[in-house]
């Protein structure tokens, strides 16, 4: 990754020998150098195979891997949430069906 040619909100990295300039909010470089380098990284696994010809084709592939990546991530933290208000939905229904005793209004 170069991340030597920063300028006016723009940042050069490298794909598969390639460089690009893309935009780049103040504050954010680590992250997009970060992407950068792991989507190149998924790019030069789909081209390594040798079963995938074509740089449009090897992008697409690996847009595809990372999307698949991604979107297991958000099944599991959407079960981690819903199993956490599913949790708390409980403890709150136990604690306004309980019966009240005399220490609950000291």
């Not at 992250?31 to 030069?44: F, G, R, S, V």
């Not at 891997?65 to 199993?83: I, N, Y």
Request: overall charge neutral.
């Amino acid at each position: 990754m170069s991340a030597d040619a920063r300028e006016k909100g723009a940042l050069t990295i490298s794909l598969l020998g390639r460089e690009f300039r893309v935009a780049c909010p103040e504050g954010e470089e680590r992250q997009i150098l970060a992407a950068a380098d792991y989507l190149n990284k998924k790019l030069k696994e789909v081209r390594d195979t040798g079963k995938v010809v074509g740089n449009e084709r090897i992008a697409i592939m690996a847009a595809l891997s990372v999307l698949c990546v991604l979107l297991g991530l958000l099944v599991s933290v959407g079960t981690v949430v819903f199993a956490g208000l599913v949790l708390l939905g409980a403890a709150l229904w136990i604690a306004h069906t309980r019966p009240r005793t005399e220490d609950d209004h000291s």
